[in-house]
Every structure is written in C-alpha cells, then in structure tokens.
C-alpha cells in the first residue's frame, strides 16, 4: 500500500494561474518536505514542516507558499506559476530524529502552458 | 554551488558483472549519506546508507563505501542484474535533532544488460 500518497500524478496549469499540489501520508510522519527536480538536475529541497512548523529554504522563491492543516496533509501552492516552474514536485515524508531516510512519494509531473 | 556531485550522468554495465557509483561532497558538515534508486513515474525508494563514522555499509548486493579525507563514497552492486536498472541518487545530510532533509546528487542512470 503506498505511504505518500501525491495528487495528481500529472498537472497541466496556465501561465501565471495558481495550481495547489497535494500529498498525504499515512506513516504519522512528523515532518513533511517539498522537493521541487527539474529534468536532469538533483531534486532541490523547498521546505519541510516539523509538525506544524514551517521552515523555508534561502532560496526558495515567494511564489511558492505551503500548507500543512493536518499530521497527514500538506500542500504545495504556487500562486503565480511561470515556464520555469515546470518540474516534477516530490513530497517526501520522515520521523524527524536526524538520521532517519526520507520516504518519498510518485511525484506531481506540473507543465505550465 | 553543487555541494553533492554525481560526475557520471550514466553507466552501463553487463549483467553478473560489478556497478560502481560514485559521489563526492563538499561540505565536511555531512555526517550521514544514503542512496536512492528511482524508477522512471516512481518516487526515490531507499537503498543503503552509512554515517560518517563508518567506512563502508553492506546490505546483501549493495555496498557504500565512504572516505571521509577524499569526500567520496561509492555504490557497489555485485552481481548487477537487469532490475537494477534504474537512476541513482546519492544523498547528504548534516547533522540536526529534529530533521532529516537531504542534499541530492543529480543522479546516475545505470543501465544493466543481458
């Protein structure tokens, strides 16, 4: 039975209109990541939630915002989506003690037309 | 600033035979590295991992390697079989209570023949 659990499996979105990514769990993980890959390139770390705390990467641009309203959700939004945020989306889940691997999901595979 | 490098995109190694993979890191702060291996529409599944203060971890086929002066750990798989086919990911981490994420390597695409 899968673990995390991504929808949807492909999203297709217009330039600049907001597309909300989802992913649940059923471990009872208590953190919970985003992780953004682009063809090609390492999978990038967005931001992860330890229970309910957000915590965002530098690097990580405005547009992209979060949500986690409970153990077993969280969401990834992107409020005004560009070209270049066309990717494959990984949420990825962990007990959260420092040297536990990380259980990922299929992925959300977003074109931007 | 690419703190984990993958150098080979791709590898291609005939069945029974050994695959190495391999990886090297920047940041002396890592302390835990582990492999993934993903299947093409599939997220990354675990496969082995070693801490630093290790110097090699094995599980059945799979072997890491690690040397902490060189910055480099190594995936050994021996024999390769067709199954294994898939990307590899090697992963870092540094040390912290309460986390677990992961700095990626972009991958290495191995590719066992018959």
């Known amino acids: 039975d899968a673990m995390v659990i991504q929808n949807p499996r492909y999203q297709v979105t217009q330039f600049g209109k907001p597309v909300t990514l989802s992913c649940s769990q059923t471990?009872?993980?208590?953190?919970m990541y985003w992780y953004q890959q682009k063809s090609s390139q390492a999978p990038k770390l967005l931001f992860h939630?330890?229970?309910?705390?957000?915590?965002n990467e530098a690097d990580t641009p405005d547009n992209f915002q979060s949500r986690r309203p409970n153990t077993s959700f969280c969401f990834l939004d992107i409020r005004s989506p560009g070209l270049g945020d066309a990717a494959m989306y990984l949420c990825?889940?962990?007990?959260?003690?420092?040297?536990?691997?990380?259980?990922f999901g299929s992925g959300t595979q977003l074109s931007v037309l | 600033d690419q703190q984990v490098k993958q150098n080979s995109p791709s590898l291609s190694v005939q069945e029974g035979r050994i695959s190495i993979l391999n990886c090297d890191y920047t940041?002396?702060?890592?302390?835990?590295f582990l492999w993934y291996k993903k299947y093409p529409a599939e997220g990354p599944t675990f496969l082995i991992s070693?801490?630093?203060?290790?110097d090699k971890n094995e599980d059945g086929r799979f072997t890491v390697f690690l040397n902490k002066s060189a910055k480099h750990l190594s995936l050994h798989i021996v024999p390769s079989q067709p199954g294994d086919s898939a990307v590899y990911f090697c992963?870092?981490?540094?040390?912290?209570?309460?986390?677990?994420?992961?700095?990626f390597g972009t991958g290495t695409r191995l590719q066992v023949f018959p």
């Open positions: 990825a889940t962990s007990v959260g003690q420092g040297y536990e691997k990380l259980f």
């Open positions: 471990l009872n993980h208590n953190v």
């Open positions: 939630y330890y229970d309910k705390d957000f915590n």
């Open positions: 940041n002396s702060m890592f302390d835990y």
């Open positions: 070693i801490s630093s203060i290790k």
């Open positions: 992963a870092a981490k540094e040390r912290s209570y309460n986390t677990d994420k992961l700095i």
